[in-house]
């Protein structure tokens, strides 16, 4: 049975999110939720608030949000059927660092001390698997204060931004950075076209989605959720958006393709994509595979199972007008190992909201998360536009329409 939501359950889920944009100065200026069946059918969708806190002009299902982060899961999507193909490989590392020689020139931080870094040469080898479960030693500038001192911005537009020190030899730790805009550039070393082109082709087309895009269309502009700031007494300001250089740019090239934080899109259409994941890597719309079967369990099964408590290391706020001190990513009981697929985090037994076992789900920077929960055959997209990460009120309401979603 395709799960379904009563019309009891869906009128409870809009309720609590329109309580929750009641406000647009001191609670959330506008939000979207999506969820869909295996089946690819949305069994709810609503939109909610102003597109920012300063508009007059409604939030709707077509509004425009800069996903960042939820990239990535694209971005493993086009590294795997590359894998599928044979024209990359997970565990090659003279393959991943030949194809980029930055990879095989990144430096390793020895020592940190009063904002100065130690560098000196690797000794590990990096490959495409560690880069899709962050464990060849990349970082952020806004979670590491070691990346954070090298000045970089990883939001310019400039590969030069991404093509940072590793903080521990590869594939020995797991820390969350740029490893996946490394795994896109060997995407576009091996097809030959840049990685929005490829997206475009590969995964966009055979799904039926129009309106994903990291160069946004003057229509997708046109469309755009506005960027907000959340100060510490709780009052939200609209800010100058981080992902500008596509947004002004006149034409994309020599614009870096952003595998970790470059789309733009419609939250129901990112949806369809968790609808393919959901049936197995064939859209149940359209009825093309992109992936097969097997490559969807492989992106679904842990990695590192060797770290099971990687998700309980504090993550700092490097960058506190871009992150809040994160102290768990995903709060579960410490029985309870944490596991991470290719690209996104997985909850390995079944997760407080109802969600099945094995479910993956990941997040963006302006404070959007999805979940994909095969077991069950549901999963779902909350977005906004706030900064910094980890909003208390936003992970309120996306655990509680999810449990919704469940309960209904």
Same mark, same amino acid.
């Given at each position: ?90 565990? !090659?590392? #003279? ?7 930055? @990879?095989?020139? $990144?430096? /390793?931080?020895? +020592?940190?001390? =009063? &904002? ?114 959340? !100060?510490? #007494? ?7 958006? @981080?992902?500008? $250089?596509? /947004?002004?740019? +006149?034409?994309? =090239? &020599? ?154």
């Amino acid at each position: 049975m395709p799960h379904t939501l009563s019309e009891a359950g869906a009128k409870g889920i809009r309720q609590a999110i329109d309580t929750a944009t009641s406000d647009p100065n001191t609670k959330i200026p506008g939000f979207v939720f999506v969820a869909v069946n295996k089946e690819g059918e949305q069994i709810f969708s609503h939109a909610s608030g102003k597109r920012g806190a300063n508009s007059d002009e409604p939030m709707t299902l077509d509004t425009i949000f800069w996903i960042a982060s939820c990239t990535k899961m694209i971005a493993g999507i086009a590294a795997m059927q590359l894998v599928e193909q044979g024209k990359l490989s997970l565990d !090659d590392p #003279d393959q991943a660092e030949n194809l980029a020689p930055e @990879l095989k020139r $990144a430096k /390793l931080v020895k +020592s940190f001390n =009063d &904002g100065k870094l130690e560098l000196v040469e690797k000794k590990g080898r990096i490959t495409l698997r560690q880069l899709l479960s962050h464990t060849a030693g990349f970082g952020y500038s806004f979670f590491n204060p070691e990346i954070k001192s090298t000045g970089v911005n990883e939001f310019s537009g400039k590969i030069e931004d991404v093509n940072t020190p590793l903080l521990f030899e590869p594939g020995t730790s797991w820390n969350y950075g740029t490893n996946i805009d490394w795994a896109g550039v060997l995407v576009e070393r091996v097809s030959g076209l840049t990685l929005n082109d490829y997206f475009q082709k590969n995964i966009f087309a055979p799904l039926g989605i129009k309106n994903i895009n990291m160069f946004p269309t003057a229509e997708m502009k046109s469309k755009l959720a506005h960027m907000h700031a959340r !100060d510490k #007494d709780g009052n939200i300001t609209e800010r100058e958006h @981080l992902q500008l $250089a596509p /947004l002004k740019a +006149s034409s994309p =090239d &020599g614009i870096f393709n952003s595998a970790g934080a470059g789309c733009f899109a419609q939250p129901s259409e990112y949806t369809k994509i968790i609808a393919t994941l959901l049936n197995d890597g064939t859209s149940p719309t359209t009825g093309k595979q992109i992936l097969k079967k097997a490559t969807v369990d492989e992106m679904f099964s842990n990695q590192i199972p060797e770290f099971p408590n990687f998700g309980r290391q504090p993550i700092a706020d490097a960058m506190p007008d871009l992150t809040n001190p994160i102290g768990e990513l995903y709060p579960q009981p410490h029985d309870q190992p944490q596991g991470w697929g290719l690209t996104f985090m997985l909850t390995i037994s079944e997760g407080a909201t109802g969600r099945g076992r094995n479910t993956g789900w990941w997040a963006g920077l302006a404070n959007l998360f999805w979940w994909a929960d095969r077991e069950k055959g549901v999963g779902g997209m909350v977005a906004s536009q706030i900064l910094p990460f980890a909003d208390g009120q936003v992970m309120g309401l996306w655990a509680q329409v999810e449990s919704q979603i469940y309960q209904g």
